[in-house]
Nanobody
């Protein structure tokens, strides 16, 4: 059974930083793509960043390039994926969720319909 659990959200002032974590079980770091998505009130869910370790590809939304970094590790068969968020802006306020699917970013793209497994999400609030 695949499980994803996010942590690290919170309230931060504009210009500050947060690091989100996605602890997973049942995933293969060498076969699966893991991504971060966000949804703000009244807006559609959007892809923030994706990581495909098998082909070494990362993909970022234009709005977060240069500010956010996705990374991951596989320790004792537990895959954890991180989203380091720097220089946060009020428009980054949203619920952030991690998700995964079996496949890589050479053959697929960082878009929500491809993702089969989802976490519950963690709230990120950036004050002006």
């Amino acid at each position: 059974e695949v499980q994803l659990v996010e942590s690290g959200g919170g309230l931060v002032q504009a210009g500050g930083s947060l690091r989100l974590s996605c602890a997973t079980s049942g995933l293969s770091f060498d076969e699966d793509t893991i991504g971060w998505f966000r949804q703000a009130p009244g807006k559609e869910r959007e892809a923030v960043a994706c990581l495909s370790n098998s082909d070494g590809i990362t993909d970022y939304a234009d709005s977060v390039k240069g500010r956010f970094t996705i990374s991951g590790d596989d320790t004792k068969n537990t895959v954890t994926v991180y989203l380091q968020m720097n220089n946060l802006k009020p428009e980054d306020t949203a619920i952030y969720s991690c998700a995964a699917f079996e496949g890589n970013l050479t053959d697929y793209v960082c878009l929500a319909p491809w993702f089969d497994f989802w976490g519950q999400g963690t709230q990120v609030t950036v004050s002006p």
